[in-house]
């Protein structure tokens, strides 16, 4: 199984929501992408549709925004 | 494990977030609750913190929101 990319920028709402998605699908399953950090995967997280994070994009491609942390507009700053 | 409760209310938003949850945690880790029909349930979802559909409830007690359905008081109409 392709794995899902678990975009966030290091909010306390992320960093719960992180835990929860690692304990429901597994370490191995989710990439962990920082983009307050990895700012070089902010266009690649935008061309996925994230709009805010913490947000999940899984391998079929459909992004699922859950609770909310931040907005993309936000993180660039 | 536990398993985590998917509520939702049969909306469009609801029903692709159903999809992609249920593979990525697998169908036998999760309830699906439909609040719009299953009305007896919508106080519990209240009482699990679940202000919007659809969102799913973590064994551990959190409640994620993902992406956005609709609120709880539109389902109660």
Same mark, same amino acid.
């Given at each position: 199984?392709?794995?899902?990319?678990?975009?966030?920028?290091?909010?306390?709402?992320?960093?719960?929501?992180?835990?929860?998605?690692?304990?429901? @699908?597994? %370490?191995?399953?989710?990439? !962990?992408?920082?983009? *307050?950090?990895?700012?070089?995967?902010?266009?690649? &997280?935008?061309? =996925?549709? @994230?709009? %805010?994070?913490?947000?999940? !994009?899984?391998?079929? *491609?459909?992004?699922?925004?859950?609770?909310?942390? &931040?907005?993309? =507009?936000? @993180?660039?700053?």
């Amino acid at each position: 199984m392709r794995k899902s990319i678990f975009y966030h920028a290091g909010c306390s709402v992320c960093v719960s929501a992180e835990h929860d998605i690692i304990n429901l @699908v597994g %370490s191995d399953n989710v990439e !962990v992408v920082n983009i *307050g950090e990895e700012r070089s995967r902010i266009s690649e &997280a935008e061309q =996925a549709g @994230v709009q %805010s994070v913490p947000a999940l !994009v899984t391998p079929n *491609g459909n992004t699922l925004h859950i609770n909310f942390g &931040a907005s993309i =507009a936000d @993180v660039k700053g």
